[in-house]
């Protein structure tokens, strides 16, 4: 059974930096495509980042461009991703999604299979 669990959520100052983790079980995650998705109150999900862990090809959205940072530890079973700059607008629950044994890194929520539970980020002063 596949599982996904995402952690490192929190209260951040604006500025400030947050590292999210996503501990993947159930199969290898060495041929996998790994979405970070966000969604705040009232909003679609929108896709933040996303990887293929066979080579690490990245992908971002336009509004975590030059600020956000993703990245596999395929010995750990586990994508990160690290946030700096934070603002005030990056509000949502983030979740991480996994589609096993796929070569194409999306940004779209329905080209993934299994989901965590998300965590909250808040980012306020």
């Known amino acids: 059974q596949v599982q996904l669990v995402e952690s490192g959520g929190g209260l951040v100052q604006p500025g400030g930096s947050l590292t999210l983790s996503c501990r993947v079980s159930?199969?290898?995650?060495?041929?996998?495509?790994v979405g970070w998705f966000r969604q705040a109150p009232g909003k679609e999900r929108e896709g933040v980042s996303c990887?293929?862990?066979?080579?690490?090809?990245?992908d971002y959205g336009d509004s975590v461009k030059g600020r956000f940072t993703i990245s596999r530890d395929n010995a750990k079973n586990t994508v990160y991703l690290q946030m700096n700059s934070l603002k005030p607008e990056d509000t949502a629950v983030y979740y991480c999604?996994?589609?096993?044994?796929?070569?194409?890194?999306?940004?779209?929520?329905?080209?993934?299979?299994?989901w965590g539970q998300g965590t909250q980020v808040t980012v306020s002063s």
């Open positions: 159930g199969y290898n995650l060495n041929y996998a495509a």
């Open positions: 990887i293929k862990t066979s080579d690490g090809a990245t």
């Open positions: 999604a996994t589609r096993p044994h796929s070569y194409f890194p999306s940004l779209f929520p329905a080209d993934y299979d299994y």
